[in-house]
Structure formats: C-alpha cells, structure tokens
C-alpha cells in the first residue's frame, strides 16, 4: 500500500511538471502573440430587461494561435496570471478597450454603450500604480471615466494587501466597479461593506435553474434584493433562453447578459446591434 501511495504521488508530480511546462510554453506563445497582432478583443452586449436594448459591453480577449487556431481565454489567462503576463497582456485590453469605446463616443453618440467593461485579475490589481496606468489610458483615449467599468472577481480583491486600495484609487477617477461571478467566490456580503462597488454581476450558475423555481430562485432574488438595498445595478449573466430572461424580469432584475441577448461580437456589429428579443 506504502509503494502505492508512493508511486501515485510521483505521477501527481509528473502532472504537475507536464502542466507547468504546458503553461510556459502558453506564456513564451503569448508573448510574441503580444507583438504580432495575434490577440484581439470581442465584445459582449450587456441589455436592459424586458426589451433588449444595448446598455452596454464587456470586453472578452481571444488568440488565434498562428498553429493551433483560436485559443480560448480559460486556456491562457490562468497561465499569463502565473508568469506575470497578463499585466502587459492585461495593460494592452485595457488601453484597446477605451480606444474602442471612445470610437464609439465618436460614431455613435447617444446610442454608443454607457459604459464598456474590461476584466482586471488578481495580478493587474497587486501591481502597484495601477489605478495610475488606469487614469493614464482614459487621458491618452480621451475616454471619459464614467465611461468605463473595471471588472473583478471577489477573490481578486480578497487576495489581501493593496488590492482593496487600488480599487479605491480607480473608483475615485469615476470609473465604475463591477463585481464579477458575485456569490461563487468567498465572503461576498462583507465585501460589499468595504469594496467600492457600483454593479454586481449575478454568476451564470444562480441563472442557469432560475425558471426551475426553488432555491436557485431564491438566491437570484436575494441578490437583487441586496443590490438594490446597497444601490447597485445587479447584471444576470449567462442567459440562454427567453424563459429565463421573463422570471428574471419577473423577480425586478433591469439589465442581463448572455447569449439569447447576443455572443461575444467584433466591434462593428455592436455598431448593428438591435434589441432581437423582447422579455415580455
Ligand atoms: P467572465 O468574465 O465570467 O466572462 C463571461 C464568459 O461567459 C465569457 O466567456 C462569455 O463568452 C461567456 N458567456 C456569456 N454569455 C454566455 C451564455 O449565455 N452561455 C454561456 N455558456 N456562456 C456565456 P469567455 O470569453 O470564454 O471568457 C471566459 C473567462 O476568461 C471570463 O469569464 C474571464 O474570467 C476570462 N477573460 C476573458 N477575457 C478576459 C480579459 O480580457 N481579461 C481577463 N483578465 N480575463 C478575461
Ligand atoms: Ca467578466
Ligand atoms: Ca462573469
Ligand atoms: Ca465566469
């Protein structure tokens, strides 16, 4: 039994090198990926309910791999976060985003999205200066603050030390603060104590059953019942079918996400963008 346990740790261990090798021959990719235009960003419509229209979008990066085709975000932003990549790779999203985003200030006016969202991990937050390297990208795209909504997860400003501060920082240059994945991560409710926050994005996983009544139903309410009591825009996402969209409406929620609503997009065809589906 002794040998055993021995010999099924050694292949735990030769998973673990296979994986670590894996991830850095991902992060050497990516980094000329960086250099030779092999990244690119599309961008999700974010509606209000029950008739669809755009409120706004979420920035969603992809890489398409000169050998291996595209490469899906789960496949190489875990590894940029390990090897430190993702704050270059993560700096350049940003600054794409509110270059776009001004774009559309410029071609669309009143019917542009009120606000563009971009997903900052764990890492871009510890980074020191960071909030500094925010407020430089809105000067340089001349994208008004308001405008843009920094995206993360709980755990991310849970990871201690100056997250929490940064957040702070970038909330006070008047951009928006969306809570990413809210009620799948730690500690969500005393979060909301301290955390800036102006948008709480409810985790397809609470969506997926909503229709099912019950307790995932339950949950959904609870949540929008606390976002509206702390005054917060809660955003349902992942949703996929007209069903769900109507109990959502149905329970109070005012703005979702998904792809009954639309897929992640190039930018010209959220300059297309017309309400498809209606809740009612
Ligand atoms: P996320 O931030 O939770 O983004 C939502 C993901 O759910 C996206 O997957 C989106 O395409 C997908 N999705 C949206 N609506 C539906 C739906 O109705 N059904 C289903 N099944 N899926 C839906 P994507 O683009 O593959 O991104 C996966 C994750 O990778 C993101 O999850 C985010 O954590 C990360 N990611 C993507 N882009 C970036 C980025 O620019 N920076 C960082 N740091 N992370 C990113
Ligand atoms: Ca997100
Ligand atoms: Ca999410
Ligand atoms: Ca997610």
Redesign the pocket.
């Known amino acids: 039994a002794k040998s055993q346990g021995k010999g099924r740790h050694v292949v735990y261990d030769d998973r673990m090198d296979q994986r670590t090798a894996e991830q850095s021959r991902v992060a050497a990719d990516l980094r000329s990926a960086l250099d030779t235009d092999q990244l690119h960003?599309?961008y999700?419509p974010i509606v209000c309910l029950p008739g669809g229209e755009l409120f706004g979008v979420?920035?969603?990066?992809r890489w398409t791999h000169p050998d291996r085709g595209p490469v899906?975000?789960?496949a190489f932003?875990p590894a940029a976060e390990r090897t430190g990549l993702?704050v270059p790779l993560?700096a350049w999203?940003l600054e794409e985003a509110c270059r776009q985003a001004a774009r559309w200030q410029e071609e669309l006016g009143d019917a542009a999205p009120r606000t563009v969202t971009?997903?900052?991990?764990a890492r871009?937050l510890r980074e020191a200066g960071f909030a500094g390297e925010v407020d430089a990208v809105l000067r340089r795209t001349g994208l008004a603050p308001g405008l843009l909504t920094v995206?993360v997860t709980e755990t991310a400003v849970f990871d201690g030390g100056t997250a929490l501060d940064e957040l702070k920082a970038i909330a006070a240059l008047g951009v928006k603060i969306a809570l990413?994945?809210f009620g799948t991560g730690h500690s969500s409710l005393g979060l909301l104590r301290t955390c800036p926050a102006d948008i709480l994005k409810v985790d397809?996983s609470f969506v997926d059953d909503v229709t099912e009544g019950g307790e995932q139903a339950v949950i959904v309410a609870a949540l929008l019942t606390i976002a509206d009591g702390m005054r917060l825009r809660a955003v349902a996402?992942?949703?996929?079918t007209a069903e769900q969209a109507a109990e959502l409406h149905r329970l109070g929620y005012r703005y979702a996400?998904?792809?009954?609503f639309g897929?992640?997009m190039a930018p010209d065809a959220i300059n297309l963008y017309r309400p498809a589906h209606d809740a009612e």
């Open positions: 960003l599309l999700q979420e920035a969603l990066v899906g975000p789960g932003i993702i993560g999203i971009v997903n900052v991990s871009q995206e990413d994945d397809k996402e992942g949703v996929e996400q998904g792809y009954l897929r992640p």
